[in-house]
Antibody, heavy 120, light 111 residues
Framework: QVQLQESGPGLVKPSQTLSLTCTVS??????????WNWIRQHPGKGLEWIGS???????YYNPSLKSRVTISLDTSKNQFSLKLSSVTAADTAVYYC????????????WGQGTLVTVSS | NFMLTQPHSVSESPGKTVTISCTRS????????VQWYQQRPGSSPTTVIY?????PSGVPDRFSGSIDSSSNSASLTISGLKTEDEADYYC??????????FGGGTKLTVL
């Protein structure tokens, strides 16, 4: 059974880069047809898709965040990562990683989420 | 691009049936599959419906999904409501560029 676990700093200063890693266990990140995603949830608010990466390395980003987002794969560590640059307090949120089984599919499973606070 | 609009909240009594709508603002609701996620307080979302009307293993058959082209909307129906169904529910689909679109979420209260 595949499991995902987010990790990274819980506090980031304004204007810096937020960096998070999602470790995949119970399955290979480079298996075909899988899309690996980042989603965030502002406190008390709804879900916002940040972007995804296909096992081949192709990326898809939310147009509203595209200029600041980079998602990458590290197949040697069975991980994928999120970098969000020039953060502000508006980027304070719980960040989730999640898998999509095939193109245009559903998210399953999700990681437990990690709270990132942007503050000086 | 399009938006998925959900009611902010719904409430119903245990044992009753509730339906949560998800209306697509432009383009056909049938263009891409709709998924539904349940998020209990303090937990990650889980899938209750995928591909419009399919239920993952382990999800009770009290949960059902449908789409209606006439209203350009998707619906999640929960019958025989239980207090454990109290949660936030999100619909989700894709746009023509394969970008993910989430609805704003609906808080279900079972009282």
């Amino acid at each position: 059974q595949v499991q995902l676990q987010e990790s990274g700093p819980g506090l980031v200063k304004p204007s810096q880069t937020l960096s998070l890693t999602c470790t995949v266990s119970g399955g290979s990140i480079s298996s075909g047809t899988y899309y690996w995603n980042w989603i965030r949830q502002h406190p008390g608010k709804g879900l916002e898709w940040i972007g995804s990466i296909y096992y081949s390395g192709s990326t898809y980003y939310n147009p509203s965040l595209k200029s600041r987002v980079t998602i990458s794969l590290d197949t040697s560590k069975n991980q994928f990562s999120l970098k969000l640059s020039s953060v502000t307090a508006a980027d304070t949120a719980v960040y989730y990683c999640a898998r999509v089984l095939r193109n245009l599919g559903w998210f399953d499973p999700w990681g437990q989420g990690t709270l990132v606070t942007v503050s000086s | 691009n399009f938006m998925l609009t959900q009611p902010h909240s719904v409430s119903e009594s245990p044992g009753k049936t509730v339906t949560i709508s998800c209306t697509r603002s432009s383009g056909s609701i049938a263009s891409n599959y709709v998924q539904w996620y349940q998020q209990r307080p303090g937990s990650s979302p889980t899938t209750v419906i995928y591909e419009d009307d399919r239920r993952p293993s382990g999800v009770p058959d009290r949960f059902s999904g449908s789409i209606d082209s006439s209203s350009n909307s998707a619906s999640l129906t929960i019958s025989g409501l239980k207090t454990e169904d109290e949660a936030d529910y999100y619909c989700q689909s894709y746009d023509s560029s394969s970008h993910v679109v989430f609805g704003g979420g609906t808080k279900l209260t079972v009282l």
